[in-house]
């Protein structure tokens, strides 16, 4: 293994400035030098060059001195972390609604703002809409423009690395739609793109019911449904940001159209929209048999899609979000039937997030950017 020297003093400085970053971010209280020494193994004079450049950047605050501490005579200097140095925001652009949810630099979330859309608005509509919600959840909140570090963007469809939807069936317009460089116009900072069950995947293992595990499956079941997926706590997007798209499964046969399997008459279900959809889910409820076997019909879809999934991945668990999950039932016949097809059945939870998913994921994105830039190593360009 080769050996670090101090060949490279400015390499040196930018390990030494993470380390010092790191260990004041994640302190529950104000540290002082000596306890900065103690954390970081670094030597004072180190620690003392180091958190002086970070309080000229404007990352770190040297924290008032408590009243009992002034009465003991000169207190030690202590320093903290300024989260509100910067900021991140995770967006949510859907079928029906756009949400903006605003954090520091630690994930605490400041605030957040959802605006309404209808199915049928193109481009130009949706996206006026973020910008508008945007504008007023920074304007309600105090914080600046320009302290927008990174932007995280969650939407259905594949997406490629550069912002792009190559393909999208959820949303008219969005198919070829170069997202990321037209929301980009709107922002200083990176706006990074990603399809919403990968982050609505990000999301639940952050702050939901996935939080510490490193394989999971998170199914957003819609009339489309699309999974998200961590492998070994990493994001797997596939070779060309294809992967989960498990609602394409309906093209290996006729039958399995959605607008089949809901239907409650011999035609198809015409609108196929949501609300026609939570009318079939209200009547199944009721026990109209049509209806509960038009439901059927539709878990039943939903099981050998996630089956699919959970033989090729082994998850440890699958998440069921979407607003299927909040119109019906589906746990249990899913739990009945995945352990009929799996050789080792998941354990199956509803999101934790709900709604809230993709949004709080998207922000995960963008907080996941700003820390690896913090917290990097390599010469800033």
């Known amino acids: 293994m080769g050996r670090l020297t101090g060949g490279d003093p400015s390499l040196l400085r930018r390990i030494n400035s993470a380390v010092v970053l790191r260990a004041l971010r994640g302190a529950e209280n104000f540290p002082t030098l000596t306890d900065l020494v103690g954390q970081t193994g670094l030597s004072r004079p180190t620690v003392e060059g180091v958190v002086d450049g970070l309080v000229e950047t404007g990352l770190v605050a040297e924290a008032p001195a408590s ?44 605030g957040s703002q959802e605006r309404l859309v209808t199915q049928e608005a193109g481009p130009p509509e949706r996206l006026a809409r973020v910008r508008a919600g945007v504008s007023d959840l920074l304007r309600r909140t105090g914080v600046p423009r320009a302290t927008l570090r990174s932007v995280g963007v969650g939407t259905p469809g594949v997406v490629r690395a550069d912002g792009t939807l190559t393909l999208c069936t959820a949303l008219p317009g969005w198919t070829g739609l170069p997202l990321g460089e037209r929301l980009g116009r709107s922002f200083r900072c990176p706006v990074l793109v990603e399809n919403d069950a ?36 990493r994001l797997h997007r596939g070779f060309g940001g294809a992967a989960g798209e498990i609602g394409a499964l309906h093209l290996l046969g006729r039958e399995a159209f959605p607008e089949r399997l809901l239907s409650t008459t011999e035609d198809p279900l015409h609108p196929l929209d949501e609300a026609a959809v939570a009318q079939v889910f209200r009547l199944a409820r009721t026990g109209d048999t049509r209806a509960s076997e038009a439901v059927d019909r539709y878990v039943r879809r939903l099981v050998h899609q996630v089956a699919a999934l959970v033989l090729a991945l082994d998850p440890e668990l ?28 998941p ?25 690896e830039r913090l917290f990097s190593v390599a010469e800033t360009p």
């Open 67 to 110: 009243p009992a501490a002034r009465r003991q005579g000169r207190p030690a200097r202590r320093f903290r972390f300024r989260a509100e140095a910067g900021h991140a925001l995770g967006i949510e652009i859907g079928p029906h609604r756009v949400t903006a949810v605003l954090s520091d630099l630690t994930g605490h979330v400041v």
């Open 198 to 233: 990968n982050a609505a995947v990000l999301g639940e293992r952050w702050k939901g019911v996935a939080h510490g595990c490193d394989d999971v499956v998170m199914v957003l079941a819609g009339l489309s449904p699309g999974a998200g997926s961590l492998i070994g706590g």
């Open 347 to 371: 354990r199956i939870e509803l999101s934790g997030l709900g709604e809230k998913a993709v949004a709080t994921g998207a922000l995960r994105l963008a907080l996941d950017h700003v820390e």
């Open 318 to 345: 699958v998440v069921v979000g979407g607003w299927t999950a909040g119109l019906y039932g589906v746990l249990d016949p899913l739990r009945r039937e995945l352990e009929r097809y799996c050789l080792r059945p």
